[in-house]
């Protein structure tokens, strides 16, 4: 896969990469998802996205070849492989903040490395492609058990450990209200996740109808429409005695539609780090007192947020990439007792070199696209 | 209806992770229990970078491994190293980065000329799915597109016409 610019990406023929570091593997890659995330750089949201790129951090794939330095991985096996690249003992690492490690991104502090995820996150290729660099291999790659599913392991890679933060950081307890702002796959794993916390009700907020019907039926949850219902805060704080929810979570990031000015100023005029619509809902319709996770992507240029309102309500906000390798045993847990079924949300696999469909697919939200897998012509044969 | 009560308790799963300890409002610090906090650690071998590779000034020291995949090149590549002359807080930084990103792309269609090959850009723009799956919106972004070249020739045409 190959970045051409907003909204155009091509199948290239580009050579294999090799280790690079004695910490590294080369993984040929058997599947590979096309994430939300992706569609921010898609849309030319993300600085330093340079054309040629590759993107694509979700995939599996089976060693090919190692670094002198590893030791927990051999050629041959099959592994899925979290986002976040970590060196695994840096003084993030050492907190679990997996995607926070200082020693894999040169360009940025603020964020750590990730695969195919701009050069804002360490201008690594990443994985919607037949072969891939993993650095710290030791680290991150985890073996699949025998017994899962492909197609359950590609989503352990991103899509159910952030949802499942994103309810985590909430700090849900027992018969909370729980407000997932966006249907997109994390929203749909994070409001799935939000009952295995206790929550006591979960509301799903988006504008497409397919994706509401399937956040419905997956989670289950109460699905709203904003278009359909007036003001979202206002609707919120009514069906919450005026109080507003216990937990709101922000599933969107900054490709968020509903506000003529953020449309105008954060995705055309790219003056915000993306529209903070989602993000102005979840402040404004949490209780006060009350806890606003976030995982959507923003960029990183200013955002006009409601901080006065984040004050005066004294709201606790958590933001973060997840920390995938923190999460792993536990998910792996959650999917081999049949408490969450992430394949379920596999609605569309695709051919990697159909991959400029298969984002403009997921990009239009055409054809009841949920998830799109990708997978390369070498886990064909 | 779509939105019955749900019953919790009907849900696989429900409440297994519920954990009265979880609070947000204190974040997770030092898991490892570490004295020093974690402040020190032995780095990672250095990867020796094969290409130029930008980095942030807020760092020290260059991370141990870096990404190689497009290293900065051309008009673009100039406006990118200014950029990183500036830290992750300026403005500048990020906004020359963007422009740096436009730039790249016009970049992109002057390389592929220069190899004799004419990007295709309605299939990497997805045409085949739009066509396949939203053929009256295709219609209409065709219309509206026909219309706005129409505009702008009969613009140019008038003001032609108005100099003369």
Redesign the interface.
């Known amino acids: 896969m190959n970045y ?7 199948v290239d023929r580009k050579p294999i990469p090799v280790c ?5 593997a080369v993984i040929r890659v058997t599947r590979t998802c096309v994430c939300g995330s992706d569609l921010h750089l898609y849309h ?1 949201m993300v ?8 993107f694509g951090h979700e995939f599996t794939g089976v060693v090919e070849e190692v670094g002198s ?1 590893v030791r927990n991985l051999a050629v041959g096996d099959h592994v899925l492989v979290p986002f976040n ?1 970590a ?1 695994g ?4 690492c ?4 997996f995607g926070n490690c ?9 964020v750590g ?1 990730i695969y195919g995820y701009s ?2 996150a ?4 990443g994985g919607q492609a037949e072969y891939v660099r993993v ?2 291999a030791d680290v991150g790659p985890c073996k699949i058990p025998e017994t899962m599913d492909l197609d359950d392991a590609v989503l352990l890679t991103d899509v159910v450990p952030t949802g499942y933060q994103a309810a ?7 018969g909370d209200t729980v407000v997932v702002f966006g249907a997109g796959p994390v929203g749909i794993m994070a409001a799935r996740c939000a ?8 509301i799903v907020i988006d504008h497409v109808e397919y994706r ?2 399937f956040a ?1 039926r997956y989670c ?5 429409n904003f278009r359909s219902i007036g003001d979202p805060v206002v609707f919120l704080k009514k069906t919450t005695d005026s109080l507003g929810a216990d937990v709101c979570i922000d599933a969107v990031g900054g490709d968020a539609a509903g506000s003529a000015l953020h449309t105008l100023m954060g995705t055309k005029l ?1 003056l915000e ?1 993306g529209s903070a619509v989602a993000l102005h809902w979840a402040i404004n319709s949490v209780k006060k007192g009350g ?1 606003v ?1 976030i995982v959507g992507v923003y ?4 955002n006009l947020i409601p901080i006065g309102n984040v004050l005066n309500k004294g709201i ?1 906000i ?1 933001a973060n990439q997840a920390s995938v390798k923190r999460l792993l045993p ?1 998910l792996i847990a ?1 999917i081999e ?4 079924n992430p394949k379920e949300l596999i609605t569309h696999k695709v051919p990697l070199e ?1 991959a ?6 997921f ?2 939200k ?2 009841g696209c949920i998830k799109p897998v990708l997978v390369p012509p070498t886990a064909r044969a | 209806m779509r939105n019955r009560p749900i019953d919790p308790s009907t849900v696989p799963g429900w409440g297994v992770d519920a954990d009265p300890q979880n609070d947000p409002t204190y974040p997770m610090r030092d898991i490892a229990r570490d004295d020093s906090r974690g402040m020190n650690w032995t780095r990672p071998p250095q990867q020796r970078a094969r290409v130029e590779v930008l980095t942030s000034i807020e760092y020290n020291a260059r991370p141990a491994v870096v990404g190689t995949s497009v290293p900065p090149r051309g008009v673009s590549g100039v406006i990118r190293r200014q950029a990183f002359r500036y830290s992750e807080s300026q403005w500048a930084h990020w906004l020359m980065l963007m422009a740096a990103d436009r730039v790249n792309v016009v970049e992109g269609v002057v390389d592929d000329l220069a190899r004799g090959r004419v990007p295709n850009v309605p299939a990497e723009m997805g045409a085949r799915a739009e066509l396949a799956h939203n053929r009256s919106g295709l219609a209409a972004k065709l219309a509206l597109t026909g219309a706005a070249i129409g505009l702008g020739i009969l613009v140019t045409r008038l003001a032609r016409a108005e100099r003369r």
């Open positions: 051409r610019g907003p909204y155009r990406v091509r690079e570091h004695v910490e590294d030319g600085p330093d996205t340079r054309v040629g790129m590759t330095g690249i060196c003992r840096c003084h993030f050492k907190q679990g903040l200082h020693e894999a991104n040169a360009q940025a502090t603020a490395g050069h804002t360490g201008g690594y290729d650095p710290y985590e950081m909430g700090g849900i307890q027992r009952w295995l916390f206790g929550a006591g009700r979960v509401l019907d419905r289950p949850a109460e699905v709203y790219k780090g806890i996770s960029g990183p240029t200013g606790t958590r536990k959650h007792a049949g408490r969450l159909e400029a469909d298969a984002y403009h697919l990009s239009a055409l054809d």
